[in-house]
Nanobody, 116 residues
Framework: QVQLVESGGGLVQPGGSLRLSCAAS????????GGWYRQAPGKERELVAT???????NYIDSVKGRFAISRDNAKKTVYLQMNSLKPEDTAVYYC??????????WGKGTQVTVSS
């Protein structure tokens, strides 16, 4: 059974930092592209960042220079380091694992709230 469990969310002041983790089990982790998405209240879910099996990263413009996605294949974990957080980063953050062909797996999400 495949499971993705996110952790590391919480309440942080503007300008602060958080590190999200997504731990996978029951899966050949190394062959999947890892991704972080977010969904703010009243908005559609949007892609934030991805990291391929080869370590190539990609980001949406609004987080470039502030967020960093990484992965540890030995620990089957994808990370999202978020710095210089802004109120508009407030959302539920979801991780997913996407193969080249086949099923995409999602975690249940972790809340990130940026507020003073």
């Amino acid at each position: 059974q495949v499971q993705l469990v996110e952790s590391g969310g919480g309440l942080v002041q503007p300008g602060g930092s958080l590190r999200l983790s997504c731990a996978a089990s029951g899966i050949i982790f190394s062959i999947y592209t890892g991704g972080w998405y977010r969904q703010a209240p009243g908005k559609e879910r949007e892609l934030v960042a991805t990291v391929t099996s080869g370590g190539i990263t990609n980001y949406i413009d609004s987080v470039k220079g502030r967020f960093a996605i990484s992965r540890d294949n030995a620990k089957k974990t994808v990370y999202l380091q978020m710095n210089s957080l802004k109120p508009e980063d407030t959302a539920v953050y979801y991780c997913n694992l996407r193969p080249q062909v086949g099923i995409v797996y999602w975690g249940k999400g972790t809340q990130v709230t940026v507020s003073s």
